[in-house]
């Protein structure tokens, strides 16, 4: 392995980039079954991973307007309503350029809120799945999904 390599190796420890995650989620409703599928895809090197997981967070964003002195501002308060993380699949060794799908049912509870923006309230759900890996875990980033309550 030449100093490059080494470099490179380093580079994907720091930054998460020994593979890249993808998550589709659909939208649906609180209380049915919905379905998480994590595709994976290697870099060039082996990948030693203790599990695929998936976070999972809602959060209810009020928004106000307050008098300052330097005239009217939006204060905006942030509260966490749901947050939980899942494991997908325990851990192994997935080969260098290579591609792995994993998929997960979950059931969010039905009375929890519905995704909603109005009022100067928004409550978002959002997803992210990822690599728990030696170093910064590569990981899909936060992708929001529609939930309703079902009718």
Known sequence: MGIFDKLK???????????????????????????????????????????????IRCSETTKEEISTEDGP???????????????????????????YSFSKEIVLPQDSKATMSENNVDIIWEF???LDVKGNDPDSGWIKVNLTNPQ
Request: net charge negative; glycine share 12%.
């Open 73 to 99: 501002e939006i204060k905006e308060n942030e509260e966490v309503l749901y947050d939980n993380k899942l494991i997908i699949a325990e851990g192994s060794t997935f080969e260098g350029g290579k591609e």
């Open 9 to 55: 190796n380093a580079a994907n420890f720091v930054t998460g980039g020994g593979a890249s995650v993808e998550l589709a989620i659909p939208d649906g409703n609180l209380g049915s079954p919905l379905i998480a599928t994590v595709h994976i895809k290697t870099k060039k090197d082996n990948l030693e991973v203790k599990n695929v997981y998936l976070n």
């Open 128 to 130: 992210q799945a990822g």
